[in-house]
């Protein structure tokens, strides 16, 4: 059973959620899917690996982070005003009144014991790692092709954004050219030795963590995921490298069918969160 909400933020942001497993609630784990750049909750395998995780006895959480540029249709950028207005840490604080508002009783009462995890796709790796160390309330953390570093540009685009105010960005599926305004780079400038340091908050937290990474992803580069795994505790943390897959494990958008690569992202991602979250008896 899935079912929709609308989170109002502290900053007065919408935040578009779908649950599944609703049933699951009470007295049952939870999982938190964190979408990446460019993405959202009804993209490709994000509906279909929370029904996975709900038919395993999961109560699974996917939303939308307020500007990621989804309004009203569920799978159209039409917000891209909104989209150019989004930074990092905004990102990192919606993620944080999310895990607050599931323990806090917003979706329905839980049983105290139930246990937290998350799972970050790409931006969202490392988004998932931020929130883990900020709120303390996550269990276990695995981490789907995640960026290791927010400092992807080059000085040419950089010296280009200031003196435009923003960057372009293409999206090939779409075909939209999509502005970031300054403020995303400002963020970075001001907080990537801080609030928006990866590698820092790695070193603090002592969660179990799974870093999954497909050895031919050009969008983020194998070696992402062994700096994370670098960085990392060793005592708590497992690098999976697949085989001959990419960012997105061979799915696509729209959603047709699973692949090998993809189901053993979830066969893996299901075997670590009942090796560190048991159920409640």
Known sequence: MSQNYIYTSTNNNKISITTFGNENLENKNCIIFVHGFKGFKDWGFIPYQAKYFSEKG????????????????????TELDKFAENTYSLEVSELNEIILAYKNGFFGKTNNNTKLGLIGHSRGGAISILSSFYTQKVDALV???SVSNFERYTERQITDWKKKGYFEVLNSRTNQIMKLNISFLHDIERNK??????????????IPHLIIHGTEDLAV????AEHLYKWSDKKNTELLKINGTGHTFDIKHPFENSSKAFDKVLVNTKLFFSKY???IK
Do not use: C, Q
């Open 143 to 145: 981490t789907w092709a």
């Open 58 to 77: 999961y109560f699974v959480i996917t939303f939308n982070f307020s500007h990621n540029g989804i309004g009203e249709n569920p799978e159209e950028f």
């Open 221 to 224: 580069k194998i070696d992402e």
């Open 193 to 206: 030795d801080t609030s928006l340091n990866i590698k820092n908050a790695l070193r603090a937290i002592k």
């Open 277 to 279: 979250m048991e159920f």
